[in-house]
């Protein structure tokens, strides 16, 4: 059933089953299985999430390792949740795992639930990863550096309304992952690309402007993220809508940064 | 027993936090070094202290649950944050804000934290800017602003619907800043289960490498506790799945005084409960207030479509109710208006447990485009989470559980009753009383850690200067001792409830007893349910899997430990508060047309909770009191006819 079916059917109190096929893989050990759970009675306004707590319950229940997923807010603004289904990062529809609907699945489905594993996320134990080569980009130069303490009046440098929407488009990331795992080469460049966008954007991102680029651009190869291919597919598994003209704005200035040379005032590291 | 010595400075209210700052102790920038500060969390609140301390050149230590610094429940926050800039000229000033936010809290809360913190407010905006956080403009470049309840000025500064994100990766990102620069380690998915203390002082904590399963302890000469709040007790709420309440309660236990417990916020607008197998529920934020209107049908059972009801029968409550700030009154007496018209019969939706909040007019009137770029992602939201959309239809809202106004018990540094052990953020109990206005918890959080620890602490680390404690110490290994016993005593129970289906109980006795109103049988009955659901979860807990791995259920248990104790002491609180105040309403104290009735000579002070008995063991709990001293601003009735 399509979404556009549901919603002019609301069947509240229905339920339906599905079959799963979950990743599952020991902590500590390199390979994994596909397990097949059948899961019945799942209210249809539960949540995707909500229908692996209920199998989990049921595991617990019968003295079964429960299945390891990661979530926190479930309601697609953490980054936390971090599911391929059906092939898909983040499955079907473009949000957070946390925010896909059992409404949203044909009853009897066979669904296929897996990490988002690519070459710099481990699994570190069925559908959880390590995705923290993320962090360690946005410490190579991710920030303002500023120190806690008294500011200028931040009306004396206006910013323009449209500029501001556009920073808050790049920095509406949150860091899921979602585009590393959809890339075929693996690359961090929507993600990288994001940040470095929504500071370029910004008066308070001018000083630092050129080193970021350049340190977060090397730090993302040195993690052994792929480059970019201009597959798009970033851009389509983003929950958050996040566009790939950053990207292209990221490589401008980078290559602008290369031939500049550091800051004009160097590196703003304030120790 | 304990002493409360709030540590006021002395002299006029304004010029207190000035003076104080005057006469601290300091420690200078070549010995900073030479500490170790322990901070366990990176919410607003954590991760702005963290990134603090450590540019100052402290060695700070971070612990979180998490993967990331990123995810702290902070990043939901969706609204927006207070200051007094008075960009408006529509008569803001810090006396403003103190005074809406201690009338907003009923005047249950110290009156000197709460004037620094409207002191504090404005700083924060220009520190957040400085770093790149961008905040909503108007046309002509200058920062924008919106309005939210209880207040009769618009002081609000957002970042659309995700103003929590944006102030949170602000703070992350300087976070991330000092990691790079080695002054901060970061310790991920390690979660806090006990607090060390050595000769009284707190020296360091055990924590649970939630990966592999192993614990450890840390040492170090001051612990910050930036763990948010406990909302999650009551199962059923806006906190993320995993917030609880472990990290406070165990402080607690080992001798941090507790204030009051039983102040708890219920959320106007949020979705309602659909069913048995929901995990939370989601917060619409309060700003649609702004623009939406909130009815019932004036006839009990009314079943047409919302559209269908003509205004003559609808019921705009808080507009009749209360005139003056209509839709936008505080949130409790929001919640409260909520829960009397669908008590009395008049609630829409399947269950008749919720309300409508119509954008109808606003549309008519604003255009839907206006509409869409101001709420257009909370739109998006509900009509992802309901099936329906609220451009066409209203939305359908009930109150929900959201933030926690008591906490730890701190003096005016911050510290808490155990020397060395601090508490800043939603973990404390300092600013909002017994309500919290909407916008200003983010603001109290970076206040907190930007402004108000960094220059506290010096005063307690300053005479600690080379007398360190490592965790060589024997009482570092007696409670990494206890806490491999209290997870084998949990783990080996194997019995048939899961710690799911005794949290969703428990949920259920708190929210009907110690929820949005409470008697005395209610709470009574309530504390026996606890007591059973205790024994139950001590004698028949089922936990399977290992305890040396990823294990999620076991992480629940633990939790749930906690939630059970707490929320028996909430019901105690809530019990011996024997007057109505903010969000706690008790039935017996109300006045004729149904709204609280304050009782200032018995109860104008905090309710302080002592955990006593042998340290971790004792169970009795004793209630002292923190007079509030009213100098500035006589409690009067808070009415917003
Ligand atoms: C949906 C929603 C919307 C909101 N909107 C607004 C708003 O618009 N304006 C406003 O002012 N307020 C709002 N609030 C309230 C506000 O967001 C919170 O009160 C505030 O963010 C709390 O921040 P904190 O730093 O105290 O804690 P949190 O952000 O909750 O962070 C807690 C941290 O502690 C860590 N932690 C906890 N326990 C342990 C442990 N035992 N061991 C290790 N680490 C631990 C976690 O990993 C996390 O990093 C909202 C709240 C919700 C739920
Ligand atoms: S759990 Fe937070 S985004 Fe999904």
């Known amino acids: 059933m399509s979404k556009q079916d549901a919603k002019t059917t609301p069947r509240h109190n229905a339920t339906i089953s599905l079959n799963l096929r979950v990743w599952r893989q020991e902590r500590g050990s390199s390979r994994g299985e596909f397990v097949g759970y059948e899961v019945n009675d799942i209210p249809v306004d539960a949540s995707f999430l909500e229908m692996l707590d209920i199998l989990n319950e049921q595991l617990n229940n019968r003295g079964e390792d429960s299945i390891a997923f990661e979530s926190d807010c479930r309601e697609g603004i953490c980054g936390t949740c971090s599911l391929v289904i059906d092939g898909l990062p983040h499955g079907p529809g473009q949000c957070t795992t946390c925010q896909l609907m059992i409404r949203d699945f044909k009853d009897g489905a066979t669904i296929t639930v897996e990490p988002f594993s690519t070459g710099v996320f481990n699994v570190v134990k069925d559908l959880t990863v390590d995705r923290s080569a993320l962090d360690r980009v946005i410490q190579s130069g991710g920030y303002v550096t500023v120190h806690s303490g008294p500011k200028p009046e931040p009306n004396s440098i206006p910013v323009e309304h449209a500029v501001v929407e556009d920073a808050l488009d790049a920095s509406a990331c949150i860091g899921c992952g979602a585009c590393v795992a959809a890339c075929p080469n693996g690359s961090a460049s929507l993600f990288t690309s994001a940040k470095i966008g929504h500071l370029a954007l910004l008066p308070q991102g001018q000083p630092e402007r050129n080193t970021r680029v350049v340190n977060m651009v090397e730090k993302m190869d040195e993690e052994g993220f792929g480059s970019c291919r201009n597959y798009a597919e970033c851009q389509a598994s983003c929950p958050k809508g996040i566009s790939i003209k950053y990207i292209g704005r990221m490589n401008g200035d980078y290559i602008k940064a290369t031939i500049s040379g550091g800051d004009r005032r160097g590196e703003m590291q304030a120790n | 027993m304990i002493t409360l010595d709030a540590k006021i400075p002395s002299g006029p209210i304004e010029d207190k936090w000035h003076n104080h700052l005057e006469n601290a102790k300091l420690v200078g920038p070549r010995n900073r070094p030479s500490y170790d500060v322990i901070v366990v969390g990176t919410g607003l609140a954590g991760a702005s202290a963290a990134s603090s301390l450590a540019a100052q050149g402290y060695n700070v230590h971070v612990f979180i649950f998490h993967d990331t610094p990123r995810r702290a429940h902070s990043i939901a926050a969706q609204g927006g944050i207070n200051a007094c800039k008075n960009y408006r000229e529509d008569g803001d000033s810090t006396y403003r804000l103190f005074y809406d936010t201690q009338k907003g809290g009923d005047f249950r809360s110290r009156e000197a934290n709460v004037y620094r913190l409207a002191q504090n407010s404005t700083a924060i905006i220009d520190q957040c800017v400085a770093q790149g956080v961008p905040f909503a403009r108007e046309y002509g470049g200058m920062l924008a602003n919106r309005s939210f309840g209880g207040v009769l000025v618009e002081r609000t500064f957002y970042c659309r619907g995700q103003t929590g994100q944006q102030l949170l990766l602000g703070a992350y990102q300087a976070l991330e800043k000092e990691i790079h620069q080695g002054k901060v380690k970061l310790y991920p998915k390690s979660e806090m289960l006990d607090l060390v203390k050595v000769d009284g002082r707190a020296r360091g904590i055990v924590y649970r490498n939630m990966v592999d399963g192993s614990i450890h302890s840390i040492a170090g000469e001051a612990v910050v506790l930036a763990t948010g709040g406990y909302g999650a007790v009551y199962y059923n709420s806006t906190n993320a799945v995993n917030s609880n309440t472990t990290a406070i309660w165990r402080a607690h236990r080992r001798g941090a005084a507790f204030a009051n417990p039983s102040f708890v916020q219920i959320h106007p607008t949020c979705i309602p409960v659909s069913g048995d ?295 105690r609180d809530a019990l011996e508060r024997d007057e109505s105040c903010g969000c706690h309403f008790r039935e017996e104290h109300q006045s004729e047309d149904g709204e609280v009735l304050r009782n200032d000579d018995n109860f104008g002070h905090v309710s302080v909770w002592e955990w006593e008995g042998e340290e971790g063991e004792g169970k009795e709990e004793t209630r002292h009191q923190e007079k509030l001293d009213y100098e500035v601003l006589q409690p009067a009735t808070r009415s917003y006819k």
């Open chain 2, 277 to 571: 197998h929901q995990s939370k529920l989601t917060l619409m934020s309060e700003s649609l207030r702004n623009d939406g209107r909130v009815w019932v049908p004036r006839k009990k059972g009314d079943k047409r479509s919302p559209g269908d009801i003509p205004d003559a029968e609808r019921y705009y409550y808080l507009e009749e109710r209360y005139p003056t700030f209509g839709n936008l009154v505080p949130r409790d007496v929001a919640s409260r208006a909520a829960k009397v018209v669908c008590d009395e019969g008049l609630g829409a939706g399947s269950t008749g447990y919720s309300v409508y909040l119509d954008f109808r007019d606003a549309i008519a009137e604003k255009g839907q485009d206006v509409i869409s770029e101001k709420y257009g992602n909370l739109f998006d939201m509900y009509e992802e989470i309901t099936g329906e959309s609220p451009y066409q239809n209203p939305f359908r809202i009930y109150p929900a559980v959201h933030y926690c106004m008591g906490g730890l018990w701190v003096d005016y540094n911050l510290q808490t009753t155990i020397p060395g052990l601090y508490a800043i953020g939603e973990a404390n109990f300092s600013d909002h009383g017994a309500n919290r206005l909407g916008a200003s918890s983010l603001m109290q959080c970076l206040a907190d850690g930007y402004f108000i620890l960094p220059q506290t602490i010096g005063d307690g680390l300053q005479p600690l200067y080379r007398d360190k404690v490592s965790t060589d110490h024997p009482e570092f290994a007696k409670i990494e001792g206890e806490v491999r016993d209290r997870i084998k005593r949990v783990m080996s129970v194997k019995g048939d409830s899961t710690p799911l289906s005794i949290h969703k109980r428990l949920g259920k006795v708190i929210w009907d007893n110690c929820g949005m109103s409470r008697n005395e049988t209610g709470l009574k009955g309530a504390l026996r349910d606890v007591e059973a659901l205790q024994e139950e979860f001590t004698t028949n807990v089922n936990i399977a899997g290992k305890s040396e791995d990823i294990n999620q259920a076991l992480e629940r248990g633990l939790r749930l430990m906690d939630f059970l104790e707490i929320g028996h002491l909430m019901c």
